[in-house]
Each structure stands twice: as structure tokens, then as C-alpha cells.
């Protein structure tokens, strides 16, 4: 196996699983935590984790999962093979941040919070160019208007910073389109305005 990324939750190796190309996910033991307390952390993050990318699969497309350790907090999945949204032209990520929009607000209305939604998480399959979405060892399930406010926060700060405004203003104005949440906007400026006066 081959170590592609190390966080601070987890360490991401590239391998194989009975043929199949894998993702072998492994939450990482934290020593300052008390065993048991770590112990227990570690399983309901795993399984919350495999439970949000199965619910996810029913609006779009994740990672089959392969097997789950819960008790090493180990995850093997399916290596999805194509580009990350991040790294593909601007033209074509113009193209494909209304699909993006649209799967976004469908998990929102089943109360899915990605939890790092970035463009980095998003790959175009390297067949179909559907989008995928991975990486949901941050998320959690919540109907709250600021859950899902805060995850489209995540979005513009890495659109705003790695690509532009035109590019976010193209996703915001399509998941308005698919929301129910109206007044999605606002909420996105009042937790920036929070933001801003807390760091002041």
C-alpha cells in the first residue's frame, strides 16, 4: 500500500483489495485521549462516516464500500478513477458546478452535511464525467439551516480562493435554484459577519 495523504483524523493509503483498486482508510489513535474514550470516538466517527456515504449514494455518486473495521477505525473502499473538480480547465468547471449545486442541495434536503466540501472532494469520473463526491470523514446528518450554511461556507472560501468569484456565484445561484432553504444566502453572510467580528 502507498500513503497518498496524512491529516489530522487520518491517514489515506492507495492499494489493493482482493484485485480491486482501494482507498484503505485509517482513523488515527489520538495518545493525548484516554483509551477508551479514543477507542469509542474513533468506532462512531467509522460508522457514521460508512453510514453518510451509503445514505449520500441514493442522490449521487460515492465510493462503494469494500469492508469497515470499526474497532482500528479502518475503511476500504472503492478507488474512484478520474479528476478532482479542483484540477480540471476553468471551462469545464463552469460546466459542472450547476450538476455539483444540484447534488449538494438534494443531500442538504435529506439533512447529509459533507462536513469538507471543497472542489478537492468532488471527482469527475474518468468514464461517465458524473460527479462524485468523497471524503465524508467530517460529515454529519442535521436539518439546521446553519449546518448546511456553514458547509456552503467551506465551498466559497476554496472556489473564492483557488478559482473565482464568477465560479461561486454560478454554484450559489443554482442551489437556490434546487434549495428550499430561501433565505440560504443570508445565513451564509450572518456566519461570515460572526466570523469577521470575532477575529477582529
Known amino acids: 500500500m502507498k500513503l497518498i495523504s496524512k491529516g489530522a483524523e487520518a491517514e489515506i493509503y492507495a492499494g489493493k483489495f482482493f484485485g480491486l483498486d482501494s482507498i484503505f482508510k485509517l482513523r488515527l489513535s489520538k495518545k ?6 479514543d477507542r469509542i470516538l474513533r468506532t462512531k466517527r467509522t ?16 465510493p462503494a464500500i469494500y469492508n469497515v473495521d470499526v474497532k482500528k477505525g479502518k475503511i476500504i473502499m472503492e478507488r474512484i478513477e478520474g479528476t ?6 476553468r471551462k469545464e ?11 449538494v442541495a438534494e443531500l442538504h434536503s ?4 459533507h462536513g469538507d466540501l471543497t472542489t478537492a472532494n468532488v471527482i469527475v469520473e474518468k468514464n461517465s ?19 448546511k450554511a456553514t458547509d456552503l461556507l467551506n465551498l466559497k472560501k476554496t472556489i473564492k480562493a483557488l478559482h473565482s468569484e464568477k465560479e461561486w456565484e454560478k454554484f450559489i445561484r443554482s442551489y437556490i435554484k434546487f434549495t428550499k432553504e430561501k433565505d440560504i444566502v443570508e ?13 477582529r
Not at 464525467?129 to 449546518?147: H, N, P, T, V, Y
Open 93 to 103: 468547471r463552469l460546466y459542472l458546478l450547476p450538476k455539483l449545486a444540484k447534488i
Open 129 to 147: 464525467k458524473k460527479l462524485a463526491l468523497i471524503d465524508f470523514g467530517l460529515g454529519f446528518f442535521s436539518a439546521r439551516i446553519e449546518d
Open 110 to 113: 435529506r439533512g447529509i452535511i
Open 84 to 89: 478532482a473538480l479542483r484540477d480540471v480547465a
Open 47 to 62: 460508522k457514521l462516516e460508512t453510514t453518510l456515504i451509503a445514505k449520500a449514494k441514493e442522490t449521487c455518486r460515492t
Open 187 to 199: 445565513k451564509i453572510q450572518e456566519i461570515e459577519k460572526r466570523a469577521r467580528y470575532v477575529w
Open 32 to 37: 493525548y485521549r484516554h483509551e477508551r474514550l
